[in-house]
């Protein structure tokens, strides 16, 4: 008796304390949990897991864990304070017995009649009816007070032990995911080990065709190439339904500074220097003498001679980003010409150069910025930029497989980036023509680049027959050009045909089409479609580069981040 009770009245006292952040532990770990099985759905559901997904995963995983571990120390602690109080609540028991019968004692004592008939004095009568009366008052309070404390401790402990059985049920989903996640991260590796044979790597002369195809886009590396020729297909009307898009954030090559981006910033108000601080990492800035480079069809020049007739940026620009791209102009040909050592070309395979003095704005951005140039490890940096780089730049490594030290990968925003929604409105290169575009074009439906449903299918089909089968890529090139290797292409229906003979449930039409991305890396990670078999969800970069060896014309996906829009 004296156990059980003594522990609910611990119990009552502690959970009237912590309970309610208790109950928010719990609530949040709830939710937690929810996310953690939602992301473990897609994942299962997904053909090709990403290790980023699953990096996510674990670190979810481990949060809850800790969650977890947290709430368990949480109750070993409560548990001896409440052996300490136990010990305490003796006196307190048998003080409690004392005054229960006391009160009855009282109680019987205080009746009116019995005082009347006891010896006590006339004068003292009602003052003694009336003291007992209020001790019997007192011990009835306390008694009630306490039996509504012993009422409340029974629900409590009933909550306590829905809660430690709640907990319990946590441990065992967490264990669940966590079992899950170690097949899966062996599972997913095995697949991508398994890809890398069959079809992770294209055929070198699949590369080739992809790499003519978007070359054939005349896509501008830099805004010294000429006007910005990206068109908005998003207003055009093919005149079928439905009708898919896929629309890249950026042009290539997303390496060192972003031209619209350092317009954006400028416009925002940073200075020269912290445009070229946002783009570039492990530098600093130093002056260096005006010797003379070598300038393809020019000769010999002044570098800040040289310097004036560089077209990379319009006069109309910020005086901030003017000055940014005159430094990278006088780094990258330093570092280009390994300090008049070589000769630097005038295209924007190099960078733009059309002699004489541009002026203006221009000249002043030179002129104001003389000899400065960005320096690391005692060498004048390659300060590569592009033109659009969609709200996000890479480190050389990640574009072209030679790592710097001053390049890196950069969210190029004015905040966190959650959605495609974010990204237009804080991207610094929003503005940008080619901010978001879909490239390419055919001389059909309003020479735009629109597909139709049975042509994104085609594409599926393609990736999931190649999958099935590395052996059939001299034939999945695109059908309304000669194939590049002098064999057959097989059209959409012979695709379906040999899909199916090996196994696969090709897709006749696609309704939907979704696109999920890493916000944090700028980078596309799956794509979901869905038509009239169900749906598949495909690695992105998979995606893009049986899209870019089937679509039609010259329709290409040309970055990492890739969006699709839907009539």
């Known amino acids: 008796m004296f156990h059980f009770f003594s522990v609910l009245l611990i119990t009552c006292a502690l959970l009237l304390v912590t309970l309610p952040v208790f109950a928010?532990?719990?609530?949040?770990?709830?939710?937690?949990?929810?996310?953690?099985?939602?992301?473990r759905e897609l994942s299962v559901k997904a053909t090709t897991p990403l290790e980023g997904q699953l990096d996510s995963l674990k670190?979810?995983?481990?949060?809850?864990?800790?969650?977890?571990?947290?709430?368990?120390?949480?109750?070993?602690?409560?548990?001896?304070?409440?052996?300490?109080?136990?010990?305490?609540?003796?006196?307190?028991?048998?003080?409690?017995?004392?005054?229960?019968?006391?009160?009855?004692?009282?109680?019987?004592?205080?009746?009116?009649?019995?005082?009347?008939?006891?010896?006590?004095?006339?004068?003292?009568?009602?003052?003694?009816?009336?003291?007992?009366?209020?001790?019997?008052?007192?011990?009835?309070?306390?008694?009630?007070?306490?039996?509504?404390e012993v009422l409340d401790l029974l629900t409590q402990k009933e909550k306590l032990e829905k809660d430690k059985a709640k907990l319990a049920s946590f441990q065992a989903e967490v264990d669940k995911n966590a079992k899950f996640l170690g097949s899966e991260i062996t599972t997913a590796k095995k697949y991508q080990a398994d890809l890398s044979s069959k079809i992770a790597k294209l055929s070198a002369r699949q590369q080739q065709i992809i790499s003519q195809r978007q070359a054939s886009l005349n896509l501008p590396s830099s805004l010294g190439a000429g006007p910005m020729f990206c068109t908005d297909d998003r207003p055009l009307d093919p005149g079928f339904r439905p009708a898919f898009a896929f629309f890249t954030f950026g042009i290539p090559h997303r390496v060192g500074m972003n031209q619209y981006g350092a317009y954006g910033r400028a416009n925002s108000g940073q200075s020269h220097e912290d445009i070229l601080r946002s783009y570039f990492a492990d530098f600093s800035f130093e002056t260096r003498p005006n010797i003379n480079i070598s300038v393809q069809g020019y000769g010999s020049i002044p570098l800040e001679t040289y310097l004036l007739g560089i077209y990379e940026m319009p006069d109309s620009f910020p005086m901030e980003a003017l000055k940014a791209q005159a430094i990278s102009a006088r780094s990258y040909a330093l570092a280009y010409t390994n300090n008049g050592a070589g000769e630097i070309c005038t295209t924007q395979a190099c960078q733009v150069y059309k002699g004489g003095n541009k002026g203006g704005n221009w000249e002043r951005a030179v002129n104001e910025t003389n000899g400065k140039v960005m320096v690391s490890g005692g060498s004048v940096v390659k300060a590569w930029y592009s033109s659009t780089d969609g709200g996000y730049t890479f480190a050389s490594g990640d574009v072209w497989g030679s790592g710097t030290s001053f390049t890196k990968r950069t969210k190029d925003t004015t905040g966190d980036i959650g959605s495609f929604s974010d990204l237009f409105a804080k991207a610094y290169d929003k503005d940008s023509p080619c901010f978001y575009a879909a490239q390419g074009v055919r001389s059909q439906y309003a020479k735009s680049a629109w597909l139709k449903s049975e042509e994104v299918a085609d594409i599926v089909n393609v990736l999931m027959l190649s999958k099935a089968d590395s052996g059939v890529s001299s034939h999945i090139y695109?059908?309304?050009?000669?194939?590049?290797?002098?064999?057959?292409?097989?059209?959409?229906?012979?695709?379906?045909?040999?899909?199916?003979?090996?196994?696969?449930?090709?897709?006749?039409?696609?309704?939907?089409?979704?696109?999920?991305?890493?916000?944090?890396?700028?980078?596309?990670?799956?794509?979901?479609?869905?038509?009239?078999?169900?749906?598949?969800?495909?690695?992105?970069?998979?995606?893009?580069?049986?899209?870019?060896?089937?679509?039609?014309?010259?329709?290409?996906?040309?970055?990492?981040?890739?969006?699709?829009?839907?009539?």
């Open 24 to 39: 928010d532990e719990i609530e949040d770990l709830q939710a937690q949990i929810n996310e953690l099985n939602k992301a």
């Open 59 to 148: 670190r979810q995983l481990s949060q809850i864990q800790a969650g977890l571990a947290n709430l368990s120390l949480n109750i070993q602690n409560k548990q001896k304070d409440l052996d300490i109080r136990e010990e305490k609540l003796v006196l307190q028991q048998a003080l409690l017995e004392k005054r229960v019968r006391s009160y009855y004692i009282r109680s019987y004592l205080a009746n009116p009649l019995l005082v009347i008939l006891s010896s006590v004095q006339s004068g003292d009568l009602f003052r003694e009816l009336s003291y007992r009366q209020s001790v019997a008052r007192e011990d009835r309070r306390i008694i009630a007070s306490i039996s509504k």
């Open 478 to 567: 695109q059908t309304d050009k000669p194939n590049p290797e002098a064999g057959e292409t097989w059209d959409e229906a012979k695709v379906k045909q040999e899909l199916k003979s090996r196994g696969g449930n090709p897709f006749n039409s696609v309704s939907g089409v979704s696109i999920s991305a890493d916000f944090g890396s700028g980078m596309a990670t799956t794509v979901t479609v869905s038509g009239d078999r169900g749906s598949e969800t495909f690695n992105a970069s998979e995606f893009k580069n049986f899209f870019n060896l089937r679509a039609p014309a010259n329709i290409q996906i040309v970055g990492p981040l890739f969006n699709v829009e839907q009539k």
